[in-house]
Nanobody, 123 residues
Framework: VQLQASGGGLVQAGGSLRLSCAASGLKIYNYAMGWFRQAPGKDRLFVAAINYSGVTTAYADSVKGRFTISRHNAKNTVYLEMNGLQPEDTAVYYC?????????????????WGQGTLVTVSS
């Protein structure tokens, strides 16, 4: 199983990025998917999650209204659209998959993880 995250980069404050997470070795329609992030020297934190059908989503308070998670099951890919980026959004962003339909925010509930993609927001 591989989750390949991409789309990170350097952006100025107020800018936008779109992250992608392409899965191989599993069919994501059987999985709830999540995005987490880890800033230097800090714990990995929940950012957003989406249930298997895409009908239900959840966001961390810090990104609500700015970030949008979506999925394209036929392409086996999950996305994170990030708008209004701020320096505090700087982190390595990881996608993750968990078997089952429920959205959960705890790292421990996710079985598969991608390698991460770095997002750097300059002020």
């Amino acid at each position: 199983v591989q989750l390949q995250a991409s789309g990170g980069g350097l952006v100025q404050a107020g800018g936008s990025l779109r992250l992608s997470c392409a899965a191989s070795g599993l069919k994501i329609y059987n999985y709830a998917m999540g995005w987490f992030r880890q800033a230097p020297g800090k714990d990995r934190l929940f950012v957003a999650a989406i249930n298997y059908s895409g009908v239900t989503t959840a966001y961390a308070d810090s990104v609500k209204g700015r970030f949008t998670i979506s999925r394209h099951n036929a392409k086996n890919t999950v996305y994170l659209e990030m708008n209004g980026l701020q320096p505090e959004d700087t982190a390595v962003y990881y996608c993750a998959a968990r078997s089952g339909s429920n959205i959960l925010k705890s790292i421990q509930n996710y079985s598969y993880w991608g390698q991460g993609t770095l997002v750097t927001v300059s002020s």
